[in-house]
């Protein structure tokens, strides 16, 4: 692929994930303001943002047909944001007295690291032809703490309840 059209698809991609995402998260404030319909409306436009990522994705060639290289991608970049983004990130927000943005900044820099460790973890049982082993991860809808099997009784880095912990199983 010539490099202006790799070029394109990557900021193509970047766009689409970011408003899937952002029109996830205005589906929420919607469905909070009980405005049911316009929160679909976001969602489902949300998915062909999504539709539109995976293609260009699955043409840059992305994903592996090997779990395990895709496991390391997410290890990589985990390890970027523990390692790079987020700390620098971080340091600014402090350096300019930016409150929320250096909590922001601390609480996924807290989650990343446990993502890591959980990806190094699977790439480790998917080289064996395994499975992940966790029934149920918890996620902390504040900070984004991750736990496997059983949520805490509060967050360890936001001091969230338990009962507000979210479970994928």
């Known amino acids: 692929m010539r490099e202006m059209t790799r070029q394109f698809l990557e900021a ?3 766009g689409e994930s970011m408003a899937h995402m952002k029109y996830l998260i205005f589906a929420e404030e919607a469905e909070k303001k009980g405005l049911v319909r316009l929160s679909n409306l976001f969602k489902a436009i949300a998915y062909a943002e999504y539709v539109h990522a995976k293609n260009h994705f699955k043409v840059l060639k ?7 290289e895709n496991v390391q991608t997410c290890i990589d970049g985990e390890t970027f944001e523990i390692e790079e983004m987020y700390p620098v990130y971080k340091n ?3 350096f ?3 409150k929320e943005a250096v909590r922001s900044t601390h609480f996924a820099l807290e989650a990343e690291k446990i993502h890591a460790e959980m ?3 699977a790439k480790d049982l998917v080289e064996k032809g395994e499975d992940y082993t966790a029934e149920k991860i918890y996620i902390c809808p504040i900070c984004g703490y991750t736990v496997e099997e ?4 509060r967050c360890p880095v936001c001091g969230a309840p338990k ?6 199983k």
């Open 119 to 121: 990806y190094k973890k």
């Open 12 to 14: 193509a991609f970047a």
């Open 96 to 98: 300019q007295d930016e």
């Open 92 to 94: 600014s927000a402090e």
């Open 62 to 68: 992305k994903l592996s047909d090997e779990m395990k």
């Open 163 to 168: 009962e507000k912990f979210v479970e994928f």
């Open 150 to 153: 059983e949520a805490p009784e």
